[in-house]
């Protein structure tokens, strides 16, 4: 392709970076309404310069959300740290190995991971409240597979594939044991992949909001689904809301910082690598 | 049927089934199948079912999907669900494909802008939701007030509540959203072209349209495909930023698929419809995703 000229490149900067404006102006204000006093909240007109107070914390520590970040947190990493159990080596034997019937048991997987989240959480609901595991965390998690262990294994393979082949006919060759070729080769090797898939795992199930809703109950209460609680409630406290909305926002914008690169490559199901 | 399974650690000359891959996947399948293909199963029971508020009744055969069929809220839904899809992803297809060309003739500060880009894409439904009222509802709403105060439309009540222009608000939430995902994805795809081409189309003399259109479009035919595929998907079942602004209303204007099966589940208590919604929607799904696989397997050499 040819080299953009200085003034065509000066041209699609400014372009671009006003792009990028218009589209994280929402996120730019919901920021800004954190430190905002209620007084001028929603003021008309609208106030652009205040003076910051950090009045808004108070509230949302009084009434008890850090239980619903822990929540959010501590099933966060309980349903990565299973994906990454069951998912690992499923990922190495599909990237590596002949099965029978592979393509139909991988379109299967596949398959998990596009439903619709509403069609699946139908069946969910009935099936748990005969068990008794609505409301519970281990209900949650295992709710959370369909979605991730789906994804993880998908991404994971994309990865694994790119790995090159001759260290294990290497490994194998000297009589190392399949244990120790996963082990000490593929599982090393993979640690980026696996970092990566897994804490897209991770964000899915921190902004995950139907099964939480429908699954989930009193005692397990993810953030996602306080907030909406928030809203509807009669004389909305704005900048509490913006508290927690941009606590649930946090991880996505470390996510974005550190995995940028496998941010395109994580959504497209590994068909495109970024 | 070959049975020579050839991996890094079996002998060559093995005849019989490698069992090692199987034991691998294993614990996978065994959690999907619990999860996944165990409710879904179930949801075909109850579909074929008299059910409702969660009590099993009669077998009807197919009664559920006839009346499912000719009942006006599922052609609703449909309508609605397709007219989102129809407008929001060409939409972005359309403004992703442009941002991503500029984007490669090159930016300056790019490193610094593409993550930006990200950040809609990896927000959480329910936070989206939340950020487009506080732009938009009412009388009260950051944008909406200021183009009601600066251009006198008069509009008290909130774009949200209106039935004409509520599911429009919806849909460029959607662009809102996902433009710029798709702008960087096709922007990754345009990195990874080959510059062989592009250097004869170059000394060949020509312009930038016709390379455009006789090189790139072509090359990345496929790309644009199965992302415009799986962006089709996830428009089509858009249920949480619907769930949170308007919940499908004013009346069912905005009463999306995914939002229809919760209402007759979760409002009416209507199971053996619902599932039988499930069921529908879920076989739809599986044709896209069966689209998707064979396009990216074959023509991406992806999978």
């Known amino acids: 392709m040819n080299k953009a000229s200085t003034r065509e490149k000066t041209l699609w900067t400014i372009l671009a970076v006003f792009y990028a404006c218009i589209v994280l102006f929402p996120v730019i204000w919901l920021v800004t309404m954190v430190f905002k006093p209620a007084d001028v909240m929603f003021a008309r007109p609208t106030v652009f310069f205040f003076t910051p107070t950090l009045a808004n914390f108070d509230y949302i520590i009084a009434q008890g959300f850090l239980g619903n970040m822990l929540t959010s947190l501590l099933l966060g990493l309980a349903s990565t740290l299973m994906v990454i159990l069951i998912g690992t080596p499923a990922a190495y034997a599909f990237a590596r190995f002949e099965m029978k019937a592979k393509d139909d048991l991988f379109l299967f997987i596949l398959a998990t991971r596009m439903a619709p989240p509403v069609c699946l959480v139908i069946p969910f609901y009935l099936i748990y409240s005969n068990l008794g595991l609505l409301d519970t965390f281990f209900g949650l998690t295992l709710a959370y597979m369909t979605f991730n262990l789906s994804f993880y294994v998908w991404v994971l393979r994309s990865f694994c594939r790119d790995l090159p082949v001759e260290l294990e006919e290497a490994a194998a060759l000297e009589g190392w044991s399949k244990l120790q070729i996963f082990w000490k080769i593929i599982f090393p090797l993979l640690r980026n992949g696996i970092v990566a898939t897994s804490v897209l795992c991770f964000i899915f199930a921190w902004n995950e909001f139907l099964f939480a809703f429908m699954l989930g109950g009193k005692s397990v209460q993810t953030l996602p689904v306080a907030i909406p609680k928030l809203i509807t409630a009669q004389g909305v406290r704005w900048g509490e809301v913006a508290v927690v909305a941009v606590i649930a926002l946090a991880p996505v914008l470390a996510v974005v910082v550190l995995l940028q690169r496998h941010i395109v490559r994580g959504l497209t199901m590994g068909a495109v690598k970024g | ?303």
């Open chain 2, 1 to 303: 049927m070959s049975m020579a399974i050839q991996d890094a650690s079996a002998p060559a000359a093995s005849k019989k089934i490698n069992w090692y891959p199987y034991i691998l996947i294993a614990p996978t399948f065994v959690t999907l199948i619990v999860v996944s293909l165990v409710p879904f199963i179930y949801a075909v029971y109850l579909s074929l079912h008299e059910a409702r508020y969660g009590v099993v009744k009669d077998f009807v055969w197919f009664d559920n999907y006839i009346q499912l069929l000719t009942e006006p809220a599922f052609w609703n839904a449909m309508y609605v669900s397709g007219l989102f899809v129809l407008i929001a992803v060409p939409v972005q297809f359309m403004l992703g494909l442009g941002g991503a060309l500029i984007l490669n003739r090159g930016v300056a500060g790019r490193s610094l802008i593409v993550p930006l880009l990200f950040i809609p894409a990896m927000m959480a439904p329910v936070v989206v939701g939340l950020l487009w009222k506080i732009m938009l509802a009412g009388s009260w709403g950051v944008l909406s007030y200021n183009v009601v105060e600066r251009f006198n439309i008069v509009t008290e009540s909130s774009i949200f509540g209106s039935p004409h222009y509520a599911l429009y608000a919806l849909i460029f939430i959607d662009i809102w959203q996902w433009t710029p995902f798709m702008m960087l994805a096709f922007f990754a795809g345009l990195q990874a072209l080959p510059p062989g081409p592009y250097r004869a189309a170059s000394v060949d003399g020509a312009g930038p349209l016709r390379t455009f259109f006789k090189l790139t479009l072509p090359l990345m035919a496929p790309l644009l495909f199965i992302i415009g595929l799986l962006r089709i998907i996830d428009a089509f079942k858009v249920f949480d930023t619907i769930f949170i602004l308007t919940r499908g209303g004013p009346g069912t204007s905005t009463e999306s698929l995914s939002i229809l099966a919760y209402k007759m589940t979760f409002d009416f208590w209507d199971i053996g419809h619902a599932s039988a919604l499930a069921v529908v929607v879920w076989i739809i799904f599986f044709i896209f995703c069966n689209i998707f696989y064979q396009v990216a397997k074959k023509k991406l050499n992806a999978f």
